[in-house]
């Protein structure tokens, strides 16, 4: 069973540009969350994704969007980057119903806003 | 007041020493609850889950009080392994899918 993986790792973007960050969800899961954390902070949640519809959103301006594909897969795009938008980017993946068990992160993309 | 609040550390203890975290969450609709470990600049990590009869997972022990709507984790014969960032998290809904993340309470174990 694969885990949850997140690429790139690391990202330098320049201010006012615009990043795309990719996430495969662990086989058999089929809601992706995003969460951004920035240092010294827990976890903030960006949005959900189940079954390629937008399932639920935190407080975050709409130049974050996302997209899930067919195989659950995900991508995070962030338009405009702003300085303050430097943080880890965590996606998790889950399946309804299996929430109470935890949420299984993937390893995070680490991105630079300069 | 953020929804959820934690002790705000960091806690310097040596090992072999019992730590205590505490957590406070304000939404009283909050259907489940964990504790994460975070080690540094590596993603969250369930440590464990936390129900109102409490459970215990070796030194492990974490309890939830409903009423008061408190979340402790009580770590026994700390080791220096267990030096991180404990994470409290609770769930809005009843589908587990919308988790919130307290701040973190980083610990340090000493020699």
């Known amino acids: 069973e694969t885990g949850v993986t997140q690429s790139p790792t690391h990202l330098i973007k320049t201010r006012g540009q615009q990043v795309t960050l990719r996430c495969s969800s662990q086989s058999g899961h089929n809601t992706v969350s995003w969460y951004q954390q920035a240092l010294g902070q827990g976890p903030q949640f960006i949005f959900q994704y189940y079954r390629e519809e937008e399932n639920g959103r935190g407080n975050f301006p709409p130049r974050f969007s996302g997209l899930q594909f067919p195989n659950y897969s995900s991508e995070l795009n962030v338009n405009a980057l702003e300085l303050d938008d430097s943080a880890l980017y965590l996606c998790a993946s889950s399946t309804p119903g299996q929430g109470s068990y935890g949420y299984t992160f993937g390893s995070g993309t680490r991105l630079t806003v300069v | 007041r953020k929804e959820v609040e934690q002790d705000p550390g960091p806690f310097n203890v040596p090992e072999g020493a019992t730590v205590a975290f505490n957590c406070t969450y304000s939404?009283?609709?909050?259907?489940?609850f964990f504790w994460y470990r975070q080690d540094c600049r590596k993603e969250p990590k369930l440590l464990m889950s936390?129900?109102?009869s409490g459970n215990e997972d070796g030194r492990f022990t974490a309890q939830l009080n409903r009423a008061s709507q408190y979340i402790s984790l009580l770590i026994r014969d700390s080791k220096l392994s267990d030096s991180a960032t404990y994470l409290c998290?609770?769930?809005?809904?009843?589908?587990?899918?919308?988790?919130?993340f307290g701040p973190g309470t980083r610990l340090s174990v000493l020699p």
């Open positions: 939404n009283s609709a909050s259907q489940s």
């Open positions: 936390v129900y109102s």
């Open positions: 998290v609770v769930t809005r809904d009843n589908y587990g899918q919308n988790f919130v």
